[in-house]
């Protein structure tokens, strides 16, 4: 019985540690291998990179911050809609959250996906 509990625990931990890899991968998505690079190239200087990644990165946390104080006022579900609604227009809200799911969920998983398939292929043929 404890062999079985053990195992369900296992499980548990490899589907809990999957879905945690893919929701950060769907956030960070593949421009971080696929654009360090290019930004290379262009900066000379591996310092200069990480520079960069650094301000983009406050960047987004500034936007972490304004989320969570505009979640901290309006305190209901819905996210994006709810703020634009209270704060602008029902409408608004509505448009924002199609937006978000054409442009802002599907579009970069289906430009991503032939980068990701890019490593997978054989490199020579026998």
Do not use: C
Not at 30 to 49: H, P, Q
Not at 76 to 81: D, M, N
Request: charged share 10%; proline share 5%; net charge negative.
């Amino acid at each position: 019985m404890d062999f079985v509990i053990q195992w369900l625990w296992y499980l548990l931990a490899f589907v809990a540690g999957s879905g945690a890899a893919l929701v950060i991968a769907n956030m960070i998505g593949t421009g971080v291998f696929t654009t360090s690079g290019f930004a290379l190239a262009d900066l000379r200087d591996a310092s200069f990179v990480m520079l960069a990644w650094l301000v983009g990165g406050l960047y987004a946390f500034s936007g972490v911050a304004i989320y969570s104080d505009l979640a901290k006022s309006y305190p209901e579900s819905g996210g994006e809609y709810v703020f634009l609604k209270h704060l602008l227009h029902p409408a608004l809200g509505t448009a924002a959250g199609w937006v978000s799911l054409v442009a802002g969920f599907t579009v970069p998983i289906a430009v991503a996906a032939p980068d990701a398939g890019a490593g997978t292929e054989p490199t020579a043929t026998p």
